[in-house]
């Protein structure tokens, strides 16, 4: 069963970078990992991966750079335009459910070795949601970071109280990673306190999650706290109008994030995972210390281990 996954995933790289390469874009060959296969996607100022992940549960398609970036952004809709979806992501765009009354939630700066991780809870009704899509509320990958910022003040005052962000900081983030040893076990933790949170001030029995992990991961935080919902989690959950309008809401706070300590520090940080990155804090190990240092970053990732020793 692996291998014939494996098979998937090595034609489903090709298949994009067929389409990538039709484009004009500079690609190249395909590597395989140990779960996954990649290309490099290349311009002369910008660059990015795109990886296929192949595992039991079927495949899984990311691209990872500049979420901001205009080049991230094309190459994204150049992808999931053409619905180059894993098979689990295809069965999930097939059955969609249809609530009227519901709480999204997603989170942000997970991809990111700077800056922390925020996650939104956002409840909507069919007034708000038709509310928010006319202020034009939508995934927040697609949006720049201006654009981010314009529109967060509008959805806060079109949902008013009905939502909740819970912002964990890279100091907390490491001390929770050391706990649970286990991103989706901290995505699970923070997820529920959102919806926690929405929940002391509206009824509400729907929840729309953003799937990150084994379901079971949030059912379990929710049992703990004795909260019972209809949980649904799918990829691609943006396409719900209150999950994104829980991404704008999420982003926009890594933003500021970003902005302030780029401001502080005198030189801007970049997000993302790549060598710039590792650059950057290495600039910031230099000029500063360690502990300054473990103050910005998720320690966890193997930027780590490129840092410069002391």
């Known amino acids: ?3 014939s996954f494996q098979n998937k995933a090595e034609k489903e790289i090709q298949k994009i970078a067929a389409l990538l390469k039709a484009q004009g874009l500079n690609v190249t060959t395909a590597d395989k990992k140990l779960y996954n296969y990649e290309i490099k996607v290349v311009t002369k100022q910008d660059s990015l991966k795109v990886l296929v992940y192949f595992g039991k549960k079927g495949l899984k398609t990311l691209i990872q750079g500049n979420a901001e970036s205009k080049f991230f952004k094309e190459v994204y809709n150049l992808i999931y335009g053409e619905n180059l979806f894993g098979k689990d992501d295809v069965a999930n765009l097939n059955k969609d459910v249809k609530f009227d009354i519901y709480i999204g939630t997603d989170e942000s700066g997970k991809g990111d070795y700077f800056g922390p991780l925020v996650i939104a809870a ?3 009704d069919e007034v708000i949601s038709k509310e928010l899509e006319k202020i034009g509320v939508k995934d927040s990958k697609l949006l720049t970071d201006e654009r981010i910022k314009t529109i967060e ?3 806060k005052k079109v949902v008013k109280d009905k939502f909740d962000i819970v912002i ?3 100091e907390k983030y490491n001390q929770l990673y050391e706990s649970f040893k286990n991103l989706n076990k901290i995505l699970a933790w923070a ?6 949170n929405v929940l002391s001030k509206i009824k509400c029995d729907n929840v729309i999650s953003d799937k990150f992990g084994n379901e ?4 379990n935080e929710l049992k703990k706290k004795n909260i019972e919902v209809n949980l649904y989690q799918t990829t691609k959950a943006e396409r719900y109008t209150a999950v994104a309008a829980a991404s704008i809401l999420a982003r926009a706070k890594v933003v500021d994030w970003f902005n302030q300590n780029s401001k502080e520090l005198g030189f ?3 997000k993302g995972g790549g060598v710039s990155v590792t650059n950057a ?4 190990l230099n000029q500063f210390n360690e502990e300054y240092l473990l103050k910005l970053i998720k320690f966890h990732f193997k930027n780590s281990q490129s840092l410069i020793k002391r």
């Open 153 to 155: 003040p509008i959805i």
């Open 191 to 196: 997820h529920s306190k959102t919806i926690e």
């Open 268 to 270: 801007k940080l970049p």
């Open 122 to 124: 956002v409840y909507v």
């Open 1 to 3: 069963m692996q291998d």
């Open 281 to 284: 804090a290495n600039r910031v």
């Open 168 to 170: 964990v900081n890279p």
């Open 216 to 219: 079971s991961l949030i059912k």
